[in-house]
DNA sequence: AATGAATGAGTATTCATTCAT
DNA sequence: GATGAATGAATACTCATTCAT
């Protein structure tokens, strides 16, 4: 079933399955979606689906996989050129951002696919392999002396872990408005870059007793 | 059912099947726990469980609010006497790095809960109190001068979400060692708190043409 | 458990029991009162139930028979003393629509029981008994020649049946006002009566091809 | 599930379905049944029933319907083209028997429905039509004055209930034979139609102390 | 390619009844 | 007499997947 050949009418209905399976799972949810939902909305019978995914689990995994990828190819493209590492580190972030807003249903399908159990260790290697992206301007920032030292895999999770609850608490179902924080790439941008650059020394901290 | 009285026994059962509830969805998930498998690791009947619970849903809420109470009560506990601001945000954030290492399975459990449509929002809640509670100081700190100026809400969800993430990566069950990272908190400390204090401007970015 | 010998206290409890079963099952029918609710109501343990009563059944069909009683002993009282036979089953007619009047639940009851399969013998049983009752006093109207002749069984079946029917369809939950037809007993009666007494001919029914 | 297309394969496993099922329900009752007994008497999965029926109680009410629906119906093919209510009203009495003499089955299904909560109401509007027709005979009866005047739909309810009651007490699962009784529907015709005659006056009834 | 039909394991929940204390 | 605890069989319904046509 991995190679089968597709006639240009197979393409299509291929292509419409993956449509409608993105939008209802980003509005259902992965177990809120049943394969008879999938085919129900395509008015086709449910052999139709087996005959192109070998499994429900097997779409949802194509469709989260091009989702992770389309996201890292809008990073790639938005940092293309630039020269300084910080610069790139920061228009990754906004590009992130404004990748989520655009179409928030991908956010919806990450979020979901971190959801299940099935599904979390292809998200966390998706994000080792985003968080590794970033880490590598980090690390060119740092032998720059213009990021602070430290474990870059860390800190790129640290962007990476404020970038996402920023847009999950900002773009999520259960806010208002999609639209309504437009000055929130500037928010986000000013808080994780200020957590990465060289910078003053913070106040002693008691030390704890553990 | 609302108020059952127990007796002494009564009460040991009950936290008997907390117990191994808690341990069962943290390694199992909810759906992936039945309320069998909770019933026959303590070799009783079904009916013991619903002799003690309203439904499976109504114990693992139980649990959860239980979690993210002990949780905030950790990070009060931390902060308490601590005059400046900044110090109590980063006491704050030690506590909770500390706490999730010590029990992996609180993380397990609030990350379960936000898996599953029926708890997100009851997560999304106690994600909200929990960034209050830390707006409050940032507030203080940026009337002191001594933190950033920006929307404290939005400023705590950075932090929230970096602490989370930070936690889940290196803590979490697809991690190799839970105790391989001391200095865990050292860094999130040192990332989320630069995010947040006064500090020398960004380079200039670029403006994005979209 | 039988024969248990009852202190005073027992016997009240016993009663109280009783009392609040037969409005529980009057109100929710036979399955949807539970031991448990009845009880919950007496705010006693579900050990007591069991002290006092074989099984729910064992007491559900003590009401029923206890309300069929008084049921019998209310037409018996009507038509005590009186002379014509036509009188005595009009009579019986009426005080059969004021008991279920004066007290709908025994009506509920007798409904509820002849619902279900474990107990409509029971109440068929019942029901020839009243018949039978009433087949006697056909049976003298007929040798006087006050009553047409025909079976006494069946006529008397005959008065049940739409005895019950009224009753049931203007007394019964479903109906607006349970003092709404004060003339129900004339009608009925008037009813029943011309069924059995001695009548002009029909007019000729032509013959069915079946 | 509205609107299933059905081959023809399909279309006859429905109907084996619903056989299958009334028989079942006939015999054992409504919560007698499980689904379980319907697909393992038609030695297929328990998926089946759903992917015909919406739910059990959904294929109740059907069976219900069309058999109210078919009582109804033998009722007017029955009286079609009399001229004389009375005559149309005792054609429908001696047809609803015979309709019930031919499949008992029918009965116990309506006993059955009216057994339980879920289908009483339903029951209730069935048994209201069924008088409403009678009631407009009768209405034309004593406009004519060969009926007693009266209040038509409380008689029409007097002869359904009269009518159920001679069915159920005689062809039961209770009684003996079910073809015993070929005269019942003379002695019901004649008790029905003598209740509603123009006839003549009762003898006194000496008034009730109450 | 496509369809409708069939599968059947899987699960939360209820409740009459029993029992140890 | 009374209590709370425990039992466990029983049941409707779901849904991913397979299959004959």
Redesign the pocket.
Known sequence: MGA???????IK?RAQIIGTAFTLFAEQGY???????I?DAL??????????FE???ALFKELLQSSLFQLRRAQHAAIEGIEDPRVRIECGIRASIDFFRADPGLLSLIRIAARYEEFASFVNRGQQIIASDTAVHLKEGMSRGTIRRGDPQLMAHGILGALFHFVEVYFGTESESHNGRPQLADEAAAFCMQGILESAPLPNVPPRLS
Chains 1, 2, 3, 4 share one sequence.
């Open positions: 089968r050949k597709l006639t240009k009418r197979g209905r177990h809120g979606t049943t394969v008879g939902d085919c008015g086709v019978g449910k052999g139709v689906f087996y005959w192109y499994s429900k689990e």
